[in-house]
């Protein structure tokens, strides 16, 4: 039996799912069984991936996926080793299950899901071997076919997986750009003709489970934007966040895509415009905000790239005082003295307020035992560094495209990482 709502298991953002969620409970109100599932996500095997087609069984799917994603949320910051460990496990899910219900029948449900998000049409012609009118050469149609076997490390196959990898689908490819932007597809290794990009069902699979995983990390980096603003999030929504957290394999990096992203020593080729301002030196009308606000909390999460538990205490994620006054105070410290005039020379009190800001209490010599004296504060949105410091706001085209500078922050990091930089 196939329901329509099925289509929710394939596409979390499509409005079926939406509608599930807003007919249920908050997520920070769900019960034990969909808690326990949202973390064990990450660890499904293809027995766990299927759903049953009840309403209730797909409600519990889309509730546990959208749980997963605010509990990384709460504790990690977008493109983080967590964001990246549920970005592929969704991919998996969804290609598995593609892949169930082409074996049951049900490509055309399949396809309509992708056409909302891709622009997709089958081959024409009696042996399917033509897009748009032109032919496909009989030659290029086996390399596409021999190409994606040997992309699956597959020397022989019989008649019932064959269909698989055969050329059957063309997809625009301007529609792939989102898999462009974030490397899970290469121009130079598609086959196109006429503006399309001739592609098999496993090809199919791939590219709309990739076009999933790439909104899901857009997904975690929205609501990380939102819990900046609004505070701590939910006790709920943080225990899947560490539970998620605790299953993360000990080395470094996912698959190796990742890897040393972010960690280690500030990268200011990838800050933000505003913070690269601040950090110049500003003059009297905005030195408060650059240095006491927008340096502490952007250099001090930028740098403890808090993961795995929820951000309250610098010093939960440092083990070195040295790191918050070399690495995180000095060049706040140095921005402030190329202010006009020097900031601290006739506001000499605000180099104690440096230290408030980043959690240590009004002190000048933080000890990283009294992490947690004061408030750590976390980054201002950039709408709230538009209103109060306009000045520093001078926006590139990343920029229009999040709401936080941690988020501009971490997105180019994980480009850097994956362009092998």
């Known amino acids: 039996m196939f329901v329509p709502e099925y289509l929710a298991t394939l596409d979390p953002f499509a409005g079926e799912a939406k509608k599930l969620v807003e007919s249920s409970p908050p997520l920070d109100s769900m019960p034990q069984e969909i808690t326990e599932r949202a973390i064990a996500r990450v660890r499904w095997q293809r027995k766990d991936m299927l759903v049953e087609p009840s309403i209730e069984a797909i409600r519990a799917d889309v509730l546990s996926f959208y749980l997963m994603c605010q509990g990384v949320a709460a504790v990690s910051y977008p493109y983080s080793r967590e964001t990246r460990i549920i970005s592929d496990a969704t991919k998996e899910t969804i290609k598995y ?18 056409q909302r ?5 089958q081959l024409e012609g009696g042996d399917g071997t033509e897009i748009g009118g032109k032919k496909i050469p009989r030659e ?3 390399k596409i076919r021999d190409g994606r076997l040997e992309q699956d490390g597959i020397e022989t196959i019989d008649d019932r997986l064959l269909p698989q990898y055969l050329p059957k689908y063309a997809v625009r490819w301007m529609d792939l750009a989102p898999l462009l932007r974030h490397r899970r597809a290469e121009l130079t290794k598609l086959y196109l003709v006429n503006g399309w990009a001739v592609i098999t069902p496993r090809d199919l699979w791939d590219m709309f489970a990739d076009f999933i995983s790439v909104k899901t990390e857009e997904y975690v980096a929205s609501v990380y934007e939102k819990f900046s603003d609004t505070g701590v999030p939910s006790t709920l929504l943080v225990k899947v966040g560490e539970g998620i957290s605790s299953l993360l394999p000990p080395e470094i990096g996912i698959r190796g895509r990742f890897a040393g992203m ?3 020593k500030l ?12 950090l110049a030196g500003v003059g009297s009308g905005v030195r408060n905000y650059a ?3 927008l340096l502490t909390s952007f250099l001090s999460y930028a740098r403890a790239s808090p993961s795995g538990r929820a951000a309250t205490r610098l010093g939960d994620f440092i083990k070195d005082i040295s790191v918050v006054r070399d690495e995180i105070a000095a060049p706040i410290f140095e921005a402030a003295e190329r202010c006009n005039p020097p900031f601290f020379k006739d506001q000499p009190q605000e180099k104690a307020n440096v230290y408030y800001h980043l959690g240590f209490g009004m002190t000048t010599e933080p000890r990283l035992q009294e992490s947690g004296r004061s408030k750590w504060y976390r980054t201002p949105n950039c709408q709230k560094i538009a209103m109060s410091a306009p000045s520093l706001c001078d926006p590139d085209e990343l920029c229009k495209k999040i709401k936080n500078p941690l988020t501009y922050y971490f997105r180019k990091l994980a480009e850097h990482a994956r362009s092998g930089g």
């Open 140 to 142: 290029d149609f086996f």
């Open 97 to 114: 299950r593609m892949y169930d219900l082409f074996k049951r029948g049900h490509e055309d449900a399949c396809l309509s899901v992708v």
């Open 262 to 264: 972010p960690g280690g």
């Open 117 to 121: 998000s891709l622009k997709l049409v």
């Open 291 to 293: 240095i006491t606000v």
């Open 267 to 278: 990268r200011p080729e990838s800050f933000p415009p505003c913070v690269k301002k601040a």
